[in-house]
């Protein structure tokens, strides 16, 4: 058997035709049966008349002389054949000049049954197989295609019931995966060796009376008979199969152009056989390079017929037939050299496997219902009864759903594990509760935060417009210190729907609350935390329980935990509702210290410049007594003169004060713009703190009548202790409240009413302050610096 095994190359054979004049003394077969000695005489022709002989040496796979038509099929074709039946393509073909015998080695002759070629042989094995291996069904079809001028000719077309060649004729069409075939090409299903020599022999009839009505020659066409094979195992139930494709290939003469003399429709054809042969060499030259990722297979009709068939992942065998007599030995030659190069493709045969679905399908489907049965089989075994493994039933998946929900209510301490189904049933209910719970809780923040958003953009440009008007924009801005223009008002507070609100943030913060108080956290260094009196905690929690016991939604529950310390939702609300006031607060505080700094060294500036001033003052002075006493220089016109001391103690002095009058406009400008900032800041953390403070008690269940005191700006009751003093506050902001005094009144409850007539002063204080704020402007000293100066400043 020679199937190729994989990486082997193509098997080049030669077979000569046996002659009677056969030129012993120019062609000789070494014994080992491979080699072909070509000794040939150097051009006689050329005038050049010695003995002189050139030699070739050929080794190839074989040297077929006066071998058997048995013999050739049995060492060239079975190999491929059983190849194909086992799904690899192989590709048999003959080249050599006409009449060196490729018919003969193909076809046989036809009459005399002990010489039939490859083909006939080739078709009695195929169903010789196909009847010995029972185990597989193959089906097997046969089409016969000439290439003849570069055009494609269908040798079956004339088989009744041939649907005919389609409107865009034939054409060699590439498949997916890389296969070739031929569109308009039929394909005819054999089942027995005769049924497939009819059509070979009806295909031989067809060219040769082709090639009489068109005035061919035959031996001018390639041929191709292929065997289309597809086999599938019977036994198991595989729902792979393989294809394959028997290319017996029977090329036309490749004698040159020169020898023949041809003229007119003979030259046409041999310039068509020498350019297809030559891209037949070319695409096989580039099939021997493997550096080569591109194969010219396309350039001719044959090679692209062929193209999945020569070399490369099939079994090709190919036959170089001569006529060894000494007037073809350039011919032979040629031919030899052909098979030489041929040899060096190299080949990785592949089996081409497929998978059809409706069998995979199948197949799967029992190896289902014999699992099954192992399964039964399987728990019967271990006495488990009863067992279903079908999909769950909608009651079942019903009481999976409330077997989670118990569980995740409490009332149910474990779910059993009973199969994979269920287990994955139970693990999709978890999902889906969690699923439901993350777009409830989504729904409601969503409706909360647009209408934030809203009234926040609403608020900011409205804000904008009525600054804008007041005509503080323009030079707030060109300071770097508009920021404060986008401080949402607090009217936003008011669209919410406080329901809503406390709802969620109860149950968000409380739910905080809770991971905290486990966790143990306690506050930072230097935080003040809200101490809740008893009496008070007392208080709200009567508050939610009188609340509880009201018809509530599935939120509802949760509002009976009590609320979250202040200085932690403090937090809580700068990074979320209060962020943007917050990010406010903080840009207006860096360009507060920035422009405080700056204050701080114009202010040591102006101080320099001023001590300067007294201390040349005073130089002067005591310069201008000191020549007092010693009497006035005068000129020679009796004009009071300056001494020089003098002169450079008084220009000092001008310069001086010229220094300190710009350095103290700059002062000037920028203490107005501290002050402003300051006012900004302050501002900022004002609405930060009692939009915390509504937040807060709207969130946190206080009750109606405070919260409507806490809008309308009433006072608030005893107990409730001031945010101010709960919060852990910054420095600064300590700093401030420290300012504004409120922290000796928040441990004595009789301090609140003051407090909180005290805050809503200082808010209309504020409030008044930024209305009548006049724009800061940087002016330059009026007049030509005759102004008063001021006492020596005190540093900030
Ligand atoms: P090709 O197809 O290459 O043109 P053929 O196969 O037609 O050549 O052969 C030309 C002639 O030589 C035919 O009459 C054929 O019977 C004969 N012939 C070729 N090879 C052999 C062989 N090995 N044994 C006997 N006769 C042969
Ligand atoms: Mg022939």
Request: hydrophobic content about 35%.
């Amino acid at each position: 058997m020679m199937i190729a095994h994989p990486g082997s190359e193509v098997r080049v054979l030669i077979r000569s035709r046996p002659t009677a004049n056969f030129a012993q003394e120019l062609i000789e077969y070494l014994p080992d049966g491979q080699t072909v000695s070509v000794h040939q005489r150097k051009d006689s022709r050329k005038g050049v008349v010695n003995n002189q002989l050139s030699s070739w040496s050929f080794r190839l796979d074989g040297v077929l002389h006066d071998v058997s038509q048995e013999e050739v099929y049995g060492r060239v074709g079975r190999g491929v054949v059983l190849g194909a039946l086992e799904g690899y393509n192989g590709t048999v073909m003959c080249f050599g000049q006409t009449g060196a015998g490729k018919t003969y080695t193909m076809t046989g002759a036809t009459e005399n049954y002990k010489q039939r070629g490859i083909i006939p042989r080739a078709l009695q094995e195929v169903f010789h197989e196909v009847e010995q291996r029972s185990d597989h069904a193959f089906s097997v079809h046969l089409s016969f295609l000439e290439i003849y001028n570069e055009t494609l000719v269908d040798l079956l077309a004339s088989v009744r019931g041939c649907p005919g060649v389609g409107p865009g004729g034939m054409a060699v069409v590439e498949e997916a995966g890389g296969g070739v075939s031929v569109r308009g090409l039929s394909l005819h299903p054999v089942h027995s060796e005769e049924a497939a020599l009819n059509l070979l022999f009806e295909g031989e009839m067809n060219r040769i009376i082709g090639a009489h009505a068109l005035n061919k020659n035959s031996s001018r066409s390639h041929c191709i008979l292929t065997v289309h094979i597809e086999s599938r195992s019977r036994t198991l139930s595989d729902a792979k199969y393989v294809t394959s494709k028997l290319n017996l290939v029977d090329l036309a003469g490749s004698e040159r152009l020169g020898k023949t003399g041809s003229e007119g429709q003979v030259l046409k054809e041999a310039m068509y056989i020498n350019k297809s042969l030559s891209f037949l060499e070319q695409a096989i030259l580039a099939l021997a390079d493997r550096r080569r990722d591109h194969v010219p297979f396309r350039q001719t009709k044959l090679t692209h017929a062929l193209k999945d068939s020569l070399g490369g992942n099939c079994n090709t065998v190919l036959v170089a037939n001569i006529y060894g007599e000494a007037s073809q030995i350039e011919e032979t030659l040629s031919t030899l050299r052909f098979a030489s190069r041929m040899k060096c493709v190299q080949m990785d045969p592949v089996v081409n496997e497929h998978t059809d679905p409706v069998l995979q399908v199948r197949k799967l489907e029992k190896e289902i219902q014999l699992l099954k049965q192992e399964l039964s089989i399987h728990n019967t075994l271990a006495n488990r009864m009863g067992m279903s493994y079908d999909t769950l039933s909608e009651t079942q998946v019903a009481e999976i759903q409330s077997q989670v929900r118990r569980y995740l209510e409490g009332s149910l301490d474990e779910i059993n594990i009973v199969s994979i189904r269920q287990i994955q049933e139970v693990f999709a209910q978890f999902k889906q509760a969690v699923q439901q719970q993350e777009q409830k809780v989504k729904a409601q923040l969503c409706q909360n935060y647009t209408l934030v958003e809203k009234a926040q953009s609403t608020a900011g440009s409205t804000a904008a417009k009525s600054q804008g008007s007041q005509g503080t924009v323009g030079v707030v801005e060109g300071h770097g210190f508009g920021v404060g223009l986008a401080v949402p008002s607090d009217r936003h507070i008011r669209l919410l729907s406080p329901g809503r609100t406390k709802a969620i943030k109860t149950k968000e913060l409380a739910s905080q609350g809770r991971k905290e108080a486990v966790e143990g956290r306690s506050p930072g260094p230097g935080k003040q935390v809200e101490s809740v009196n008893p009496v008070q905690r007392d208080r709200e929690g009567r508050e939610h329980d009188t609340q509880s016991q009201e018809p509530q939604g599935p939120q509802e529950p949760l509002r009976t935990d009590s609320p979250p310390p202040k200085a932690e939702a403090f937090e809580d609300f700068k990074a979320e509702r209060g962020s943007e006031i917050n990010r406010i607060l903080k840009e207006n505080k860096v360009v507060l210290l920035e422009r405080r700094a700056r204050l701080r060294e114009l202010t040591e500036c102006v101080n320099t410049a001023k001590r300067e001033i007294d201390s040349t003052s005073t130089a002067l002075h005591q310069w201008r007594d000191k020549r007092q006493s010693q009497g006035q220089f005068v000129s020679a016109e009796g004009v009071p003169v300056l001494d020089e001391a003098e002169l450079s103690l008084t220009l000092r002095l001008r310069e001086l004060k010229t220094q300190y009058r710009q350095q103290y406009e700059e002062l000037r400008g920028t203490k107005a713009e501290v002050s402003y900032c300051q006012h900004l800041v302050d501002q900022c953390r004002t609405r930060l703190l009692t939009e915390f403070e509504s937040w807060y008690n709207e969130s946190f269940l206080l009750p109606e009548e405070v919260q409507a005191m806490l809008r309308s700006g009433g006072p608030i009751r005893p107990g409730l202790v001031p945010v101010y003093k709960a919060l852990a506050l910054e420095e600064d902001e300590q700093e401030h409240f420290e300012r504004l005094r409120y922290e000796l009144l928040a441990d004595s409850p009789s301090a609140i009413s003051f407090y909180n007539a005290q805050y809503r002063t200082v808010q209309r204080r504020n409030y008044s302050k930024a209305m009548s704020q006049t724009p800061v402007q940087k002016t330059t000293p009026r007049g030509s610096g005759r102004t008063k100066l001021p006492a020596i400043l005190s540093v900030i």
